[in-house]
């Protein structure tokens, strides 16, 4: 079975500081990779989506990598503002399932 | 596109009781999705529909929890006789298949009192 690991669990940074959040799955045989931020009480908003023959993807001041060979991804947030406060969840998609790894709580201080 | 729409937002209901969510995914999406997600874990896959046919159950879905999709539209989900370990979120997402990426509502947040 797929089980999808994120590390840290929970991150504080200053505002305006670059971060990397990661990602380690088991299984290489995935479709695609997609990031998601969740805010306390609320659903998933997608965030980037990585197909498997694909090894980055940016959107804004965000960029994700994929290695699927050694079963990572990392996701990259430039100059971090407390509006990024929230929380990052990493998803690997099989045939008909997305594996959530536990996420990582993101708080950037003003 | 409106995106994927969940109701009731919010659900409290005694312990015993019957209740039963909605989501009315994207349009020309044929994959939907139900998950649920406790607190601090990430979400749990619950089914799957492709068009009006569930393909795919977890064990997590008792016998006690069943899902329709008719007519490959909207979906519901009924939990009978709730627990208190029901109480979690329940989100709903829809796909135009595994390729592609996964759209999720805002969820309907169960409490079972």
């Known amino acids: 079975k ?23 799955f088991t299984d290489s045989a995935i479709y695609n990779l997609q990031w998601f931020r969740q805010d306390p009480g609320k659903g998933l908003t997608s965030l980037l989506l990585i197909q498997s023959s694909q090894r980055e993807q940016t959107s804004g001041r965000l960029n994700a990598s994929l290695d699927k060979s050694s079963g990572r991804s990392t996701l990259y947030i ?7 406060s929230a929380t990052y969840l990493c998803a ?3 045939a008909n399932n997305l594996f959530f790894g536990t996420g990582t709580r993101l708080t950037v201080i003003p | ?9 919010h659900k409290i ?3 015993g009781q019957n209740v039963t969510f909605r989501c009315d995914p994207i349009s020309e999406h044929n994959r939907l999705y139900w998950y649920r997600q406790t607190l601090g874990q990430g ?14 159950k977890s064990r997590l879905l008792s016998d006690r929890f ?25 989100l709903c997402a829809s796909s135009q298949g595994h390729l592609y990426g996964y759209t999720f509502g805002s969820g309907t947040r169960l409490t079972v009192v």
Do not use: H, W
Request: glycine share 8%.
């Open chain 2, 1 to 9: 596109d409106t995106g994927v729409s969940q109701n009731p937002r």
């Open chain 2, 43 to 56: 979400p749990e896959f619950l089914t799957y529909f492709q068009n009006e046919a569930q393909l795919e």
């Open chain 2, 66 to 90: 069943s899902a329709e999709r008719p007519k490959g539209s909207f979906s519901t989900l009924e939990i009978q006789r709730t627990e208190q370990g029901d109480s979690a979120m329940y």
């Open chain 1, 92 to 94: 690997v998609t099989g």
């Open chain 1, 2 to 24: 797929q089980e999808v690991t994120q590390i840290p669990a929970a991150l504080s940074v200053p505002e305006g500081e670059n971060l990397v959040l990661n990602c380690s």
């Open chain 1, 78 to 84: 430039a100059a971090s503002q407390p509006g990024d």
């Open chain 2, 13 to 15: 209901t005694k312990r």
